[in-house]
């Protein structure tokens, strides 16, 4: 008998003990279901168009010009301090020459315009949507100094869109966005052809245009 009741002594403290570690699992379990989770901090730039600029550069063996477009865009997204997306729209009809004469400037500025490179009567603008902001891990032969990040987006242009990527340093200080990027554009991927044969010799311009990109935002 005595035997008896120590066996049932011993079950029964097994039995507390199983009971007391199933109810502080269900409260871990159930403190773990009722966590907080914080939402991300989300924050709208808007492009400060008199900072902005797109300025580019063109060249063949015998010349070289340069010149800018303006620059506009007011969806910009922050997200934990990140810039994650954004849609930037250049006016075609916004380029400018920095290299020659004004009495000059002209005829060179209508020959862009013309279809014979952005064809400004069909389409009037080129837009380059973000599609996603990665850390810059690596030196990139004629990045900007101090670049930081690896952009991807979409560039549409004559009617045609193609991904491009390139570095770009980009910082977010209090209520600011900066950014700033140098690097090259096939002009011949969206069906930019013109004197685009090296067979014209002098004649001949370059498929590659060399761009320089200045951002800065301003937190809405």
Request: aromatic residues 8%; contains cysteine.
């Amino acid at each position: 008998m005595k035997r008896m009741t120590v066996v049932l002594a011993l079950f029964a403290g097994l039995l507390l003990t199983s009971c007391e570690k199933s109810e502080d699992i269900a409260l871990t379990g159930a403190a773990s279901a009722t966590a907080v989770v914080e939402p991300p901090v989300q924050h709208s730039y808007t492009l400060n168009t008199e900072q902005s600029v797109v300025e580019w550069k063109g060249a063949g063996p015998a010349a070289a010009h340069t010149g800018s477009f303006a620059m506009n865009g007011t969806n910009l997204e922050v997200v934990n301090g990140k810039l994650k997306s954004g849609t930037f729209v250049i006016p075609i009809a916004s380029i400018q020459n920095f290299d020659l004469p004004d009495e000059v400037k002209p005829i060179l500025l209508d020959h862009l315009k013309s279809p014979d490179f952005f064809h400004m009567a069909l389409y009037p603008e080129a837009v380059f949507t973000i599609q996603r902001v990665t850390p810059l891990t690596r030196e990139v032969a004629g990045a900007v100094a101090g670049a930081n990040k690896w952009v991807t987006g979409d560039f549409m242009m004559l009617g045609q869109t193609h991904q491009i990527s390139f570095p770009a340093r980009i910082d977010l200080r209090g209520n600011n966005l900066s950014a700033e990027a140098t690097f090259k554009l096939d002009r011949t991927r969206w069906g930019m052809t013109y004197a685009a044969d090296p067979a014209l010799g002098e004649h001949h311009i370059y498929p590659e245009i060399e761009i320089h990109l200045r951002l800065s935002g301003n937190r809405r």
